[in-house]
């Protein structure tokens, strides 16, 4: 391994960081980190510095670090075929096999799955398809996107503008023409308004309705937003703001895909959100190690009982998802966890024996 004075010369000279200032850090004006590793739901950097990897790798790390049975299978694939294109009817059996275990695991409604890389990759798709959807039925007109003040959908040219973050629109011309931002669900931020949380979600729909109006129904394609939002810390919208929302999209016959970049397949979210049609799930990261110990307890209570569990979560998906949760928590959490097990042998979704296997030294 290439010591580290090495790697961090490099790293400054050749390396482009994104979110990053660029001359500041290559004058080493910056502070740089470099991992080293990562094991479960921890990671330790080239000075031996061991983290909490809370931000599980920008949501992206959803089961955790050092997965051998992971790694070995892509190392099997890889061998035997690392890449082929789906264009023309072309398929592998490994895409063909995934597309199948995902929409088992989808809402009913869906019927076809579509591999892209990223985010922001899934929503540039999304947007191509509702444009294109509206072109085939004659209404070219159709094509504004309506997204929210806050929320973050990527960083290309179209989900920059789509994300409501001056900062990804400053120096690059963004956003670009049909796409429209509306009041974010951030009610803690808004206190300044003098609202209650009700009043708030009122004045949230009346700002969504206005916009549609101000720009004409026959021009407006889709809405997309985050169930919750994700920049500034998973913020949960108001109470009853989803349905409100939902209501206004059907008044006005629009499409709607919601994001589930952060908190796809995640059992311990409970959000009154409509399923949507389009749903980007491409990062599913619900189970991203920020679990504190004393949120343990209501996450079993929710995933042995709790009446708006998803009907599509079957005995054998909970128990994988429970063996996924395990291996993914803190040793202590862990052991809270078996222990409220062990109180309930004989628990439809929640036995002492899935607790055992997914951890055999406890």
């Given at each position: 391994?290439?010591?580290?004075?090495?790697?961090?010369?490099?790293?400054?000279?050749?390396?482009?960081?994104p979110?990053?200032?660029?001359a500041d850090?290559?004058?080493?004006?910056l502070?740089?980190?470099?991992?080293?590793?990562?094991?479960?739901?921890?990671?330790t950097?080239t000075?031996?510095?061991?983290?909490?990897?809370?931000?599980?790798?920008?949501?992206?790390v959803?089961?955790?670090?050092?997965?051998?049975?992971?790694?070995?299978?892509?190392?099997?694939?890889?061998?035997?075929?690392?890449?082929?294109?789906?264009?023309?009817?072309?398929g592998?059996?490994?895409s063909?096999?995934?597309?199948?275990?995902?929409?088992?695991?989808?809402p009913?409604?869906?019927?076809?799955?579509?591999?892209?890389?990223?985010?922001?990759?899934?929503?540039?798709?999304?947007i191509?398809l509702v444009w294109?959807?509206?072109?085939?039925?004659?209404?070219?007109?159709?094509?504004?996107?309506?997204?929210?003040?806050?929320?973050?959908?990527?960083?290309?040219?179209?989900t920059?503008?789509l994300?409501?973050?001056?900062?990804?629109h400053?120096?690059?011309?963004?956003?670009?023409?049909?796409?429209?931002?509306?009041?974010?669900?951030?009610?803690?931020r808004?206190?300044?308004?003098?609202?209650?949380?009700?009043q708030?979600?009122?004045?949230c729909v009346?700002?969504?309705?206005?916009?549609?109006?101000r720009?004409?129904?026959?021009?407006?394609?889709?809405?997309?937003?985050?169930?919750?939002?994700?920049t500034?810390?998973?913020?949960?919208p108001?109470q009853g703001?989803?349905?409100?929302?939902?209501?206004?999209?059907?008044?006005?016959?629009?499409e709607?895909f919601r994001?589930?970049?952060r908190?796809?397949?995640?059992?311990?979210?409970?959000?009154?959100?409509?399923?949507?049609?389009?749903?980007?799930?491409?990062?599913?990261?619900?189970?991203?190690?920020?679990?504190l110990?004393?949120e343990v307890?209501?996450?079993?209570?929710?995933i042995?009982?709790?009446?708006?569990?998803?009907?599509d979560?079957?005995?054998?998906?909970?128990?994988s998802?429970?063996?996924v949760?395990?291996e993914?928590?803190?040793?202590?959490?862990?052991?809270?966890?078996?222990?409220?097990?062990?109180?309930?042998?004989?628990?439809?979704?929640?036995?002492r024996?899935?607790?055992?296997?997914?951890?055999?030294?406890?």
């Amino acid at each position: 391994m290439l010591i580290n004075n090495q790697l961090e010369k490099w790293d400054r000279e050749n390396f482009f960081h994104p979110s990053t200032h660029l001359a500041d850090f290559a004058r080493g004006d910056l502070a740089q980190r470099i991992i080293a590793n990562g094991e479960g739901c921890y990671i330790t950097d080239t000075e031996g510095r061991k983290s909490l990897d809370a931000f599980a790798g920008l949501y992206c790390v959803n089961v955790g670090y050092g997965h051998s049975e992971i790694s070995d299978a892509i190392a099997e694939q890889a061998k035997e075929l690392a890449y082929y294109h789906a264009y023309v009817g072309h398929g592998t059996e490994a895409s063909i096999t995934l597309s199948k275990m995902i929409l088992e695991r989808a809402p009913s409604h869906m019927s076809k799955v579509y591999f892209g890389l990223s985010g922001s990759d899934a929503n540039e798709t999304n947007i191509k398809l509702v444009w294109y959807y509206n072109n085939v039925l004659e209404r070219p007109e159709k094509k504004k996107i309506i997204s929210r003040w806050r929320g973050y959908h990527g960083s290309g040219l179209m989900t920059g503008s789509l994300t409501g973050l001056d900062l990804f629109h400053q120096k690059f011309d963004l956003p670009l023409q049909n796409v429209f931002h509306t009041e974010a669900p951030y009610f803690y931020r808004r206190a300044d308004m003098g609202m209650d949380e009700q009043q708030f979600v009122k004045h949230c729909v009346n700002e969504l309705e206005e916009l549609i109006n101000r720009e004409g129904n026959d021009t407006i394609a889709a809405f997309i937003g985050e169930p919750a939002l994700g920049t500034g810390g998973l913020v949960p919208p108001p109470q009853g703001y989803w349905p409100a929302i939902q209501a206004v999209l059907k008044k006005y016959d629009h499409e709607r895909f919601r994001e589930f970049l952060r908190l796809a397949f995640n059992p311990n979210v409970e959000f009154d959100v409509p399923i949507p049609k389009y749903r980007p799930a491409v990062e599913p990261a619900g189970l991203n190690f920020t679990y504190l110990h004393n949120e343990v307890p209501k996450l079993y209570r929710f995933i042995k009982n709790h009446p708006k569990r998803s009907p599509d979560l079957t005995e054998k998906k909970m128990t994988s998802l429970l063996v996924v949760l395990l291996e993914s928590l803190h040793k202590d959490e862990a052991e809270l966890l078996v222990g409220l097990i062990k109180k309930d042998l004989g628990v439809k979704y929640l036995t002492r024996q899935i607790a055992m296997e997914a951890f055999p030294g406890i």
